[in-house]
């Protein structure tokens, strides 16, 4: 029989190494773990010396930088330790059942869209996986994914940092809301050459009010902005009180506001090109079987589709 030799290091201290990369310093990554600082570079030191190699500079006054091999070693303790939680949830379930904790990233105005369907199908189908969400926009999406942070996210198809792994879910055009007794509600379209000198109420979350601002840059025209609200049912209320109209992607079948006013939905003449929504994942380490379970049972919903 082959002689099994123990590794010069443990998986605590790769946890240790990796929780001081994120967090940029030694009393951050101390902080997050609840132990001492001097418990995290005593931990780092033993770590260095049994890989024989210098792996972070650590300075008192400019925190913890990675050397060129420490970050290699980062990239693969990360899968190491992905590897390693998931034998020990592997062993809670029962041979074939998914059994473990996703944590899903989700652009906010998709989430109504997303998840409702996502959360009751899958959590019908895997009962005992436990599935966290984070709803954020995609500046605050950024690094989260190569971090670990979130397993999968569902986001509109702009620019993500990094290159994740993605799979188109639908497309929808964006659409104007105006209120249901405004004149153009009537209408079946409208033209952002007749909406430029009318007050805009903006959806102002990233990539939502680049969006809406490049339709008007693409034909010339910069739009009279009156609000600028981070809530997408904040649009539609106001839109709703006759305070302005909106540019929106995602279409809810309720015709009124939050409080119930009327809002009406038109097409934007002529058609603007379709938005995009993906579901991502990590290129490394590889999803979990739960994780492509969820991938594959996203792909697989019967998504909206352009009116």
């Known amino acids: 029989m082959d002689r099994l030799d123990s590794p010069g290091f443990t998986l605590r201290q790769l946890s240790f190494l990796v929780c001081a990369a994120d967090e940029g310093t030694v009393a951050g990554a101390a902080a997050r773990l609840h132990v001492s600082p001097s418990a995290i570079s005593e931990a780092l030191s033993e770590l260095e010396r049994g890989l024989g190699t210098q792996l972070t500079v650590r300075r008192r006054a400019r925190g913890l930088t990675l050397t060129s091999t420490g970050a ?51 959590g019908r189908e895997h009962p005992r996986v436990e599935l966290a969400i984070l709803e954020a926009t995609h500046d605050r999406l950024e690094g989260r994914l190569e971090a670990g942070q979130i397993d999968v996210a569902f986001v509109y198809d702009t620019l993500i940092p990094g290159e994740p792994r993605r799979s188109k879910l639908f497309e929808l055009p964006a659409h104007v809301i105006v209120a249901g007794d405004d004149p153009l509600a009537s209408a079946p379209s409208v033209t952002l050459e007749e909406l430029v000198a009318r007050d805009l109420i903006l ?105």
């Open 203 to 307: 959806l102002d979350a990233p990539p939502s009010s680049e969006h809406t601002l490049s339709l008007f840059a693409a034909r010339g025209l910069t739009p009279r902005v009156r609000h600028r609200v981070q809530s997408y049912e904040a649009v539609r209320a106001l839109v709703g009180r006759g305070l302005g109209y909106g540019i929106l992607v995602q279409r809810p079948a309720n015709p009124a506001s939050y409080e119930g006013y009327p809002v009406a939905m038109l097409e934007i003449a002529p058609a603007v090109p379709p938005v995009g929504v993906d579901v991502i994942w990590p290129v490394a380490p590889e999803p979990t079987a739960r994780t492509r379970a969820l991938i594959d049972f996203a792909t697989a919903l019967p998504w909206p589709q352009p009116r």
């Open 72 to 122: 290699d070693v980062v990239t693969r303790a990360r899968a190491l330790l992905a590897s390693s939680r998931e034998l020990e949830t592997s062993l809670r379930g029962a041979p074939g059942e998914l059994v473990g904790p996703i944590t899903i990233g989700c652009y906010p105005t998709l989430a109504p869209t997303i998840l409702p369907p996502l959360l009751q199908g899958f």
